[in-house]
């Protein structure tokens, strides 16, 4: 059985190929080349990979990432569709899909809201949920930067507190566009903002969310 790691890799690199190396995405500066060379070296060069979240190693980081970026562009799609090497620890099954289902899933809208033609894809239920398991428990990280309180809203009622105080901000959608949301991914994201006017737009341009 599929797993939604590996449904969304397979989107992901699809649409990375159908969009062509130099098309743009919602990673500010990132052309859709540079974006499938950070997802190969963060499963395939771990040592390098280290970059993402630790601020000392970011310039080796960049580098090595240049270097996948100056391959061509078939073969690093080629290398997303494959998966990581048999000994890394994102080829458990477990490890993947708790590593790059919201990895794997962001990064293809990333590509697919860049364009300007571009529509909501229907999510099944199933996935819904599961995005919804892992924003609850993130959540907290992934809203430590809000300039204000920030609560996460399901349409069914359910909540995840994202950051308390006050003003607090409600940020009403399906569990993927609250994913889109807290990942920094405000202005793409379909979800419906309420609270004061001030802190709804104080929360719309932060910076949220953590390095994927």
């Not at 919201?102 to 529509?119: I, K, L, M, N, S």
């Amino acid at each position: 059985m599929s797993t939604h790691a590996k449904r969304e890799r397979l989107l992901l690199a699809d649409l990375l190929e159908a969009s062509g190396p130099d098309a743009p995405t919602l990673c500010e500066g990132w052309t859709a080349r540079d974006l499938a060379a950070h997802v190969v070296v963060r499963e395939r060069r771990t040592d390098a990979a280290a970059g993402i979240v630790v601020g000392a190693l970011r310039g080796r980081l960049e580098r090595i990432q240049s270097e996948f970026a100056a391959k061509p562009f078939e073969e690093l799609i080629q290398l997303i569709r494959t998966g990581p090497p048999r000994l890394s620890p994102y080829a458990l099954k477990q490890v993947d899909e708790a590593a790059n289902t919201v990895e794997f899933f962001v990064h293809a809208e990333d590509v697919r809201r860049a364009q300007p033609d571009w529509t909501a894809r229907p999510l099944d239920r199933v996935f819904e949920d599961a995005l919804w398991a892992r924003l609850e428990k993130g959540a907290r990280l992934l809203g430590r930067k809000s300039p204000v309180g920030l609560v996460l809203r399901r349409p069914d009622g359910q909540t995840a507190v994202a950051r308390k105080g006050t003003p607090v901000v409600t940020v009403t959608g399906e569990p993927s566009e609250l994913t889109l949301f807290a990942f920094g991914r405000q202005g793409a994201a379909q979800v419906d903002l309420s609270g004061d006017k001030e802190a709804v737009e104080r929360v719309r341009t932060a910076r949220l969310g953590i390095a994927l």
